[in-house]
């Protein structure tokens, strides 16, 4: 079946309003500290698809000041109020809004991290949502993509790692799995690649996640 956004925004609005967003739950934590470690210290960071704020509060850990966008509007409002009880106030902030018309201004953000929200854009938003980005950015920043890898064997009843396309619609969720070659693809004219891999979380049903960082030239 085919998934549009608003069915998507849908779906993830329900599973965060019942708590059955599991994907929560997934401790990627390390190996995302490897990378997140090479944002820019002290830097404006905008971390797309901040969810309940997992990794926003992370980097703001690191010394980073940290925007986080969704589109979901009582997650802000949740969010916002952890800032407060958690002591972070003047570190984090979340406001809701699409990653497809970001809420700022051009060149605002030292840094964009994106933990598996990419992935769940449909590939004829693909550029819409690298100008989003591009335009944000300021000349230098960088940006983390951490999404679900073809490396990955089995996904449900899918297999991405024998797929042409890498792509999944099921339940009206549309899931995209990423070789490093589409990434350069998508964003290669306009980024440099700093650091990439991939990883395979045995205890994420043998998932495997592609992690890229990227330079805006």
């Known amino acids: 079946m085919n998934s549009d956004r608003q069915t998507q925004k849908e779906y993830f609005k329900q599973a965060y309003k019942t708590g059955?967003?599991?994907?929560?739950?997934?401790?990627y934590t390390?190996?995302?500290?490897?990378?997140?470690?090479?944002?820019?210290?002290k830097g404006t960071v905008l971390d797309l698809g901040s969810g309940r704020g997992h990794f926003s509060f992370l980097m703001a850990d690191l010394g980073m000041k940290v925007i986080g966008l969704d589109y979901i509007e009582d997650l802000k409002n949740h969010n916002n109020e952890n800032v407060k009880t958690r002591g972070y106030v003047g570190s984090v902030a979340f406001m809701a809004g699409d990653v497809l018309d970001i809420p700022l201004q051009e060149n605002t953000v030292d840094a964009v991290t994106d933990f598996g929200t990419f992935?769940?854009?449909?590939?004829?938003?693909?550029?819409?949502?690298e100008m989003e980005v591009s335009r944000v950015l300021k000349p230098n920043g960088v940006l983390l993509l951490v999404e679900l890898s073809?490396?990955?064997?089995?996904?449900l009843n899918f297999k991405p790692n024998e797929s042409e396309t890498g792509n999944l619609d099921t339940y009206g969720q549309h899931y995209h799995f990423f070789d490093q070659k589409e990434i350069q693809e998508i964003f290669g004219q306009?980024?440099?690649?700093?650091?990439?891999?991939?990883?395979?979380?045995?205890?994420?049903n043998n998932l495997t996640y592609l992690f890229t960082l990227l330079k805006k030239k």
């Open 190 to 204: 306009g980024y440099e690649t700093i650091k990439s891999k991939t990883h395979t979380f045995h205890e994420m």
């Open 119 to 129: 992935q769940h854009i449909h590939p004829k938003d693909w550029e819409k949502y």
């Open 30 to 41: 390390q190996e995302i500290l490897s990378f997140a470690r090479l944002l820019p210290h």
């Open 20 to 27: 059955t967003d599991i994907w929560s739950e997934n401790n």
């Open 150 to 155: 073809r490396k990955t064997e089995q996904f």
